[in-house]
DNA sequence: GATCTTAATGCAAACGTTTGCAATGATGTT
DNA sequence: AACATCATTGCAAACGTTTGCATTAAGATC
């Protein structure tokens, strides 16, 4: 505390060598002798000698920083509190930290409009991995269309100046309404907001499998999240009774709100009504009947986001990708 | 993308001034005349420049980032992917970016064990928050004496060298458990793991309220994850039966274990075993029955720890702190 | 009109690294 | 013995800000 900080040059003279080799040998360069470079390296631990991030990053031209901003729209309830979201977060700073690179958190609130200009041209991060496609992709087109290395998670078939990782929601669409018609029902209803990129795909799928079943069928545009779902099915029933032995839900959040409703109201799960949820959060296999549904493998999807980003700013040029999700078959159907 | 970046002495020359004019206008100096400012704030503005935070960090000596770090048990099963965990850094995100502060999430994989080495002397941040304070609070300890600004969120209880934010666990445990009785239980069942600080005061309220109460009490220590709360509720009710009719479950997410185990063994919630739960996440409402819990006021933590992680910044004495927490009422009691 | 004060701006040093190039001494080659 | 090669190290510039101090111009005071 008393003591100043230790600087490189520091270290150096401590050493008994110049500062650009007590650089190199903490870089491990093989220019140094090797016994130079140990000798030199033991004693930066000895001392608790930390190199000075803003003076390198200055240098260097590089942060070894990835920023992640979660993009949410304006107008949905769903919240960076989803748990979803949290858990893709979580992974790729797993898989950040794996490449050696570290994470900054951001959002909209504190990059602005700008994405380039405040984590690029202010040398905050290297790259960014924007988590949510949403529906208005300004944003994220202006930020690409500037230089700025960035990668996408959200739907890896809309067409655009950067690369998108997703699952295949139009496949785990299909799968989960087959399933749910599988299991007997014939009265589907899909429950999500298909103006979204990613649900809009879901929504394909579903309409794609109750075509090819030729079950009847029904959509509700509802925001993404439990406490919307569950209204809009206190609604529905009061509306128009049990209109529907299927549900497609186009999250787990949904699908969970969706199924207090229904035991509230003394609907059977799965016998009365059959149940899919999608992304296979923690909470799907605690929920009562557990929640069958279409799981997204974040883990995977995480890592490759990173290496594309890590791609981009070594200069090759990546693409989109899908990551095949999986039905995970429990009670709920 | 061909041009070069645009650096703090080209716009100066674009505007036809110095350097050091141009800086000061940026940082709203009111050593430079209005118009003056104002017109380099639009010329700014007009080339989207942002100015290099690398090169202000290093001339500053701050960071204006805050490292938040992840502090797991190693021998627990729970993990970053905890509900609640992950709602705590989201609020401490949002009151970070409030303060005008960036927020760099790392854990234990990046920071190692010199954390005053690698976030204060490295110039990765000015400070640091701790997120779960663990069994083992030699990291902490250390890198508090080596003068790092850092706050912890755990329990405030605890004597340290350093400020701890959290719940009044003690009276939570309390409520909890007073309310359980209140409910006409009268055999109870503590599950979690008084070794924990936090868990450990919330057991002592418990412990409290039973002896006032004069009621039969158990305590089966479990990991704190749903998946061990199962696990354990189905070992109890195979070994003895049901020798229990009300539960205080240390978190939200071993309430929900508890309750699917009952359920799927038609133990009735609340009429056979009543369940109080702690935290307050997203699924303590949606679950079915929805659950009564002990609400942890995060936000609030979250802004408090903030400022005091600041005020230590600015060279003030901080001490620690309780946070209020409040019982709500649900259909599981 | 000379001097003093004040407002506005510019100069140049410093923050702590990394790295191209030069320098040194040792070794090998003819 | 002269020269080329190689391994190892040091010198000094550059990265882009911020800020103490000096400077200038303009207005105020006597």
Not at 65 to 81: F, G, H, P, R, Y
Not at 102 to 121: K, Q, R
Not at 146 to 172: H, L, M, Q, R
Not at 308 to 332: A, F, N
């Amino acid at each position: 505390m008393g003591t100043t900080q230790l600087k490189l040059s520091d270290l150096a003279r401590l050493a008994g060598v110049s500062t650009s080799t007590a650089s190199r040998a903490l870089n491990d360069n093989p220019l140094i002798k090797k016994e130079t470079r140990e000798r030199i390296q033991a004693l930066a631990k000895e001392h608790h000698f930390s190199i000075n991030a803003a003076a390198s990053r200055l240098r260097m031209q590089k942060t070894k920083v990835i920023a992640v901003i979660i993009n949410l729209e304006a107008e949905t309830k769903q919240s960076v509190d989803d748990p979803f979201l949290l858990k893709v977060v979580s992974d790729i700073n797993r898989a950040v930290n794996r490449k050696g690179y570290e994470l900054l958190l951001s959002n909209s609130y504190m990059a602005g409009e700008d994405w380039h200009g405040y984590f690029i041209s202010g040398r905050r991060a290297d790259g960014v991995i924007v988590v949510g496609q949403g529906k208005e992709q300004a944003r994220i087109e202006r930020a690409a269309k500037a230089g700025t290395p960035i990668v996408v998670w959200g739907d890896p078939k809309t067409s655009a100046n950067y690369p998108i990782v997703g699952s295949d929601n139009f496949i785990g669409g299909i799968s989960a309404t087959k399933h749910l018609i599988a299991k007997g029902a014939s009265k589907l209803l899909f429950m999500g907001d298909p103006g979204h990129a990613e649900l809009g795909e879901r929504y394909r799928g579903f309409c794609h499998a109750v075509e090819e079943a030729q079950v009847e069928a029904q959509m509700v545009k509802i925001d993404i999240t439990s406490e919307a779902a569950y209204a809009s099915i206190n609604a529905l029933l009061r509306a128009q009774g049990l209109t529907f032995d299927g549900i497609f839900a186009c999250s787990d959040m949904v699908a969970l709100g969706v199924l207090k409703a229904l035991k509230e109201r003394y609907v059977s799960v799965p016998n009365d009504v059959r149940i899919v949820g999608f992304d296979d959060i923690a909470m799907a296999q605690i929920s009562f009947p557990a929640l069958t549904t279409i799981k997204q493998d974040t883990s995977a999807a995480a890592q490759l986001l990173v290496e594309k980003l890590l791609s981009q700013l070594s200069g090759e040029k990546t693409t989109s990708q899908e990551i095949p999700s999986s039905l995970v078959i429990r009670q709920s159907s």
